[in-house]
């Protein structure tokens, strides 16, 4: 496909009309919608200067379809037809290939985390977003869990209910109320919302003997129990925008959020708006679960977020005379592990003590002496281990948080 438009008369091709000056011209031609130039998005398949000055252009588009496909156009034709000597532009365009197209995606992603928004997340909290690729695998009895477990190792735990439709923090916690809103001291033309918070008492192996605190913020806290919220993904992802942007967190050593199941809206989101959070893949033994969490892992990574680890749950039943029963399958979760090239953080099995307690208020990881309790109690050594938190005591320590957060496989 070709259009071709002229520029006024022009004298003499100039010396200085080279393809790099072209090329260079081309750095002022952005693609609104993926917010770079289409030079360094890989748009410019060729650049031909011709005697006479004739300059033809050829742009990579990732349809043929594209919308904005006339106004890239225009604005290319307009930055070459400006250059001296040019005396008449012409733009061709073609589709990208399939890898064009996934190293375009990339760059974009790439782009977008450089300019990721402010949020009142502190820079020093370890972010773990906890993922799965579909729902019914127990991703968020992981989450709160985990979440608690932290806690009760004597530190300050910030739980973000990201899963906005399905929410089931509140009532996992035993936490109640309503969440509200005050004027921030530096900024008073703005309202910061406070989370509702819990005190957690030490673990036996905790870091110190004060225990911690948790702080949870859920839709939950603003809708009743049994409100269904029928939001689009805009919405979806708008309200955890603002749970990252308008919430007092405080000081916090984690921020777990317990994501969406699947690779939608939220989770785009949550890669822009926090670059550096870290992924943890939750699946269920069998291999039809662990297919299907690798697109969760897929998507972090395409996203350039680290994937700290695997969690297997559900991984085995105990009957009352100790003999063990793999009800889901085995290995799903280390064969993941492995195909992923990180390390398999948890096994947990499967206990009435952990639905019982989701439902009481009462996380399993804060009970004594059950199977499940000790289960978590390894999962969050190893959170531990794998994502330690960093004190900022100075502009290198900062370095080396942000350093930590992008260690290990991507």
Not at 4 to 33: F, N, W
Request: proline letters at 6%.
């Amino acid at each position: 496909m070709k259009a071709v438009t002229q520029s006024p008369p022009a004298g003499p091709s100039s010396p200085h009309l080279t393809e790099e000056a072209v090329r260079q011209a081309l750095r002022a031609v952005v693609d609104p919608e993926l917010g770079d130039n289409i030079v360094e998005l890989g748009m410019v398949s060729s650049v031909s200067v011709q005697p006479g000055g004739l300059v033809v252009v050829g742009v990579a588009l990732t349809t043929p379809s594209c919308p904005l496909r006339g106004q890239i156009k225009a604005e290319v034709m307009g930055r070459v037809g400006a250059l001296p000597g040019v005396s008449e532009a012409r733009v061709e365009t073609t589709e990208m290939a399939q890898e064009q197209k996934a190293a375009l995606m990339s760059r974009a992603r790439l782009k977008a985390r450089e300019r990721a928004p402010r949020t009142t997340v502190p820079p020093r909290a370890r972010v773990l977003a906890v993922s799965s690729g579909k729902g019914g695998v127990g991703k968020s009895s992981v989450a709160v869990n985990l979440a608690a477990g932290l806690a009760s190792r004597g530190y300050t735990v910030g739980i973000l209910d990201a899963d906005i439709a399905g929410f089931s923090v509140p009532r996992m916690l035993g936490m109640e109320g309503a969440l509200e809103a005050e004027r921030d001291p530096a900024d008073p033309s703005r309202k910061l919302i406070h989370p509702l918070t819990r005190r957690v008492s030490a673990h036996s192996g905790g870091a110190n003997g004060a225990g911690g605190e948790l702080r949870a913020v859920s839709m939950g806290f603003l809708a009743g129990e049994g409100d269904a919220i029928m939001w689009r993904g805009l919405m979806l992802n708008r309200a955890v925008q603002h749970f990252l942007e308008e919430v007092d967190w405080g000081d916090l050593d984690y921020l777990v959020v317990d994501m969406p199941p699947g690779t939608g809206d939220v989770q785009m989101g949550l890669a822009r708006m926090v670059p550096s959070a870290e992924a943890i893949i939750v699946t269920t033994p069998q291999d039809a679960a662990q297919k299907v969490a690798a697109r969760a892992a897929s998507m972090a990574r395409k996203s350039h977020l680290r994937v700290a680890g695997v969690v297997e749950n559900m991984s085995y039943f105990t009957c009352a005379h100790g003999q063990r029963y793999e009800l889901f399958g085995a290995g799903g979760g280390r064969r993941l592990a492995d195909d992923l090239g990180v390390p398999l953080l948890g096994r947990i099995p499967l206990e009435p003590a952990v639905a019982s307690g989701a439902d009481a208020g009462r996380p399993a990881a804060l009970q004594e002496g059950t199977e499940a309790a000790r289960a978590f109690a390894a999962l969050v050594e190893a959170v531990v281990r794998s994502c330690p938190v960093v004190e900022m005591t100075s502009c290198s320590a900062r370095l080396a948080s942000r350093l930590a957060s992008l260690a290990g496989p991507a």
